[in-house]
């Protein structure tokens, strides 16, 4: 009777964590109580509960690869199935699976896409778990041998199935703005504080196919595949059909962010396996 399961009624976050470290922690909560807030479910936990419940579950896992963090929330359980609901225990479901090496070198020949029509809802700022659509855009793209099917609504490039999505045209970089035809993705964020900070020029603009299809780079980002190059989309090469210079100077800025955090939450993540031991 868990409405998470029978509707879709719930919301969900994916956190990344490296050598135990969870990047981008209070961007992800805030996210999260957002999600929370626009579909009417009370937090069931303090940060500080999420932290530890997140620790926890990373100080089960011996082996030090980076992992992710899949973090849901739904309404809860009801006495029956019907579409309202009354004041519901919100369920709480946490899992860890390993993340893939981002190797820099076996990058650079790029990704491949396709783009398909935007036919999702008009609120896809709420991280919400009823992702039938975006699994089947993800499911076109794997059958076609790519890594993500790039979405367009009325002509606009919007975002990836599971990603967002940034074009470079004359050393411009360019993303969608945010709003509720995307979903504010934290490592978006990231790229466009790395990009200020090598001083390169970056606007949260919208533009159509036609500009995606004719960049010099493109990328895609997200918490899980960081930030993949695309140098062929519907068969056709994106410009040199290799990983671009500004996507090299972004990556880069990326990893170093990333190395910066790295001993952040080391000291928590011991100190909660020494009250679990004990």
């Known amino acids: ?36 807030d626009a579909i009417k479910i009370k937090n069931p936990h303090s940060k500080n509960e999420w932290i530890n419940l997140i620790e926890k579950i990373l100080s089960f896992n011996s ?26 225990k919100p369920t709480v479901y946490i899992q860890a699976s390993t993340m893939p090496l981002r190797i820099k070198e076996e990058l650079l020949k790029g990704k491949t896409a396709i783009s398909r029509d935007d036919i999702r809802w008009s609120q896809c700022n709420t991280k919400a ?10 499911q076109e793209a ?6 993500e099917a790039i979405l367009c609504k009325d002509g606009i490039v919007t975002e990836g199935a599971s990603s967002n999505v940034f074009i470079v045209k004359n050393n411009l970089i ?4 945010k709003g509720p035809k995307i979903l ?35 990328w895609i980002t997200s918490s899980t595949r960081e930030i993949l190059p695309i140098t062929l989309i519907d068969n056709k090469k994106i410009g040199t059909g290799n990983a671009g210079p500004l996507w090299s100077l972004i990556y880069d800025s990326f990893q170093d962010s990333k190395n910066a955090k790295r001993s952040v939450s080391g000291r928590r993540l011991k100190k909660i396996e020494s009250i679990i031991q004990n």
Do not use: W
């Open 1 to 36: 009777m868990d409405r998470g399961f029978l509707f879709g009624d719930g919301v969900y976050e994916v956190f990344p964590t490296y050598n135990n470290n969870i990047f981008g922690l209070d961007a992800h909560l805030n996210r999260l109580q957002e999600g929370l």
């Open 63 to 88: 082996v030090s690869a980076d992992q992710a963090i899949y973090l849901q929330v739904s309404r809860g359980c009801d006495q029956n199935r019907k579409h309202t609901h009354g004041d519901l």
């Open 129 to 138: 778990t009823s992702l039938l659509a975006n699994t089947m855009y993800a």
């Open 142 to 147: 794997k059958v076609e041998n790519a890594e």
């Open 174 to 177: 360019s993303t969608h703005p």
């Open 184 to 218: 504010p993705g934290i490592t978006r964020d990231a790229v466009i504080s790395c990009a200020k900070r090598l001083n390169l020029e970056v606007q949260e603009i919208t533009f159509d196919k036609d500009a995606l299809m004719n960049a010099d780079e493109v």
